[in-house]
């Protein structure tokens, strides 16, 4: 599947404060998201898969693919489009078999060596971070800084989106990088109007 990656949402609820789901998604694809990563870590696997089958519906309206984090069974049960996994997730190499040769496959890589492993093991796409300091997840990984991100978009040949306390003060540092794109949380979500936060994002990385 072409994938754009200029834009890429990962949900997170609690950062809605009790907002709607669904509806803020929808705005955020009105204002141009590109793709959308639906993450549950504290979710039940029957409320995971009911929500995925309404997100998949919402995305498939906008023609934007929708990506399942880390949970495999539901990225199957729901024909998702793709699957994200991190370190600590099954093998790369596992989740390409079982998914399949036309899904999309992202890998989370926080170091060059990663990158390597990640391309040469089946990924369509890195994500790596974080770029910088960023409240929604804790992580105990060195920030990458522009200056790391640069090196891991120079060591493969498959798209790279940056993400990690991306926002709209140090988006044109990260365009710079020459990354395909950059992958945004709370950047989004957490504005009382994420579909024009969207579109500002999109139009200052469309400006270069």
């Not at 590109?34 to 898969?49: G, H, M, P």
Request: hydrophobic share 40%; glycine share 12%.
């Amino acid at each position: 599947m072409k994938c754009d990656y200029t834009l890429y949402l990962v949900t997170d609820r609690e950062i809605l404060k009790g907002r709607d789901l669904l509806q803020a998604v929808e705005e955020a694809l009105a204002g141009g998201v590109t793709l959308v990563q639906l993450r549950e870590k504290d979710a039940s696997s029957r409320e995971f898969y009911e929500l995925a089958v309404s997100m998949k519906n919402l995305t498939a309206g906008y023609g934007v693919p929708l990506i399942i984090n880390d949970r495999l069974d539901i990225a199957l049960a729901v024909q998702a489009d793709g699957l994200h996994i991190g370190q600590e997730d099954l093998p790369l190499p596992v989740v390409r078999k079982l998914m399949g040769p036309d899904k999309i496959i992202g890998y989370s890589v926080s170091n060059v060596e990663e990158a390597r492993y990640g391309e040469k093991h089946g990924a369509d796409y890195l994500g790596a971070g974080p770029v910088f300091t960023t409240a929604t997840k804790k992580v105990s990984t060195p920030t990458l800084g522009p200056a790391g991100l640069k090196r891991i978009k120079e060591t493969v040949s498959i798209p790279v989106v940056g993400i990690g306390g991306i926002n709209l003060e140090n988006l044109k540092e990260v365009r710079r990088t020459g990354v395909d794109g950059v992958s945004i949380v709370s950047g989004i979500l957490g504005s009382d109007r994420p579909g024009h936060t969207a579109l500002s994002i999109r139009r200052e990385w469309d400006n270069g």
